[in-house]
T-cell receptor, first 118, second 114 residues
Framework: AQKVTQAQTEISVVEKEDVTLDCVYETRDTTYYLFWYKQPPSGELVFLIRRNSFDEQNEISGRYSWNFQKSTSSFNFTITASQVVDSAVYFCALSEGAGGTSYGKLTFGQGTILTVHP | EAGVTQSPTHLIKTRGQQATLRCSPISGHTSVYWYQQALGLGLQFLLWYDEGEERNRGNFPPRFSGRQFPNYSSELNVNALELEDSALYLC?????????????FGPGTRLTVL
């Protein structure tokens, strides 16, 4: 069975600090996909990034960067120079390949509440 | 381009009643997913529809059901409502049924069962 763990329930930082959100996953599939979503107070989940299990290249997009390491089953997310607008709940999610009972669904971690203070 | 839309925004029902929630996917998307976000339980997968067929369902009782219409919009029905059904119900859509396609979410329907 697949599982996603976000051990940090809440993180509080001051603006301009860097912050890393941890995500550890479990799956028996060799082909899988990892996602990060952001849920601002409005409630709508916003897609941030997708990584494939066969592509461990790290990615940077503006102030956001992602570190995918298959050896430790981790997919961590870093926000550089955080801003108040980054305050939200961040979810890591896993999707497995075709076939099996997990097909088609996203399995989410419990989420990390990030609060950025001015 | 319009995103995923859901209606109603809020729904208040009493125990034992039925609730119907609606979702319109992004134009061109054929897959629709339903998730429940209950307090303290995180986001739980409910149902997945693609091309009018139910493709997968999560660990929810049969009183949670739904359908997908020819225009790919979808309806989630919850019968015999219980207090613990109170939650935010999120609908998502994706371009095709393949797992690597990101799912785009709507704003949700907040269901309150009294």
């Amino acid at each position: 069975a697949q599982k996603v763990t976000q051990a940090q329930t809440e993180i509080s930082v001051v603006e301009k600090e860097d912050v890393t959100l941890d995500c550890v996953y479990e799956t028996r599939d060799t082909t899988y996909y990892l996602f990060w979503y952001k849920q601002p107070p409005s409630g709508e989940l916003v897609f941030l990034i997708r990584r494939n299990s066969f592509d461990e290249q790290n990615e940077i997009s503006g102030r956001y960067s992602w570190n995918f390491q298959k050896s430790t089953s981790s997919f961590n997310f870093t926000i550089t120079a955080s801003q108040v607008v980054d305050s939200a709940v961040y979810f890591c999610a896993l999707s497995e390949g075709a076939g099996g009972t997990s097909y088609g669904k996203l399995t989410f971690g419990q989420g990390t509440i990030l609060t950025v203070h001015p | 381009e319009a995103g995923v839309t859901q209606s109603p925004t809020h729904l208040i029902k009493t125990r034992g009643q039925q609730a119907t929630l609606r979702c319109s996917p992004i134009s061109g998307h054929t897959s629709v997913y339903w998730y429940q976000q209950a307090l303290g339980l995180g986001l739980q997968f409910l149902l997945w529809y693609d091309e009018g067929e139910e493709r997968n369902r999560g660990n929810f009782p049969p009183r949670f059901s739904g359908r997908q219409f020819p225009n790919y919009s979808s309806e989630l029905n919850v019968n015999a409502l219980e207090l613990e059904d109170s939650a935010l119900y999120l609908c998502a859509s994706s371009f095709t049924r393949v797992s690597y396609n990101e799912q785009f979410f709507g704003p949700g329907t907040r269901l309150t069962v009294l």
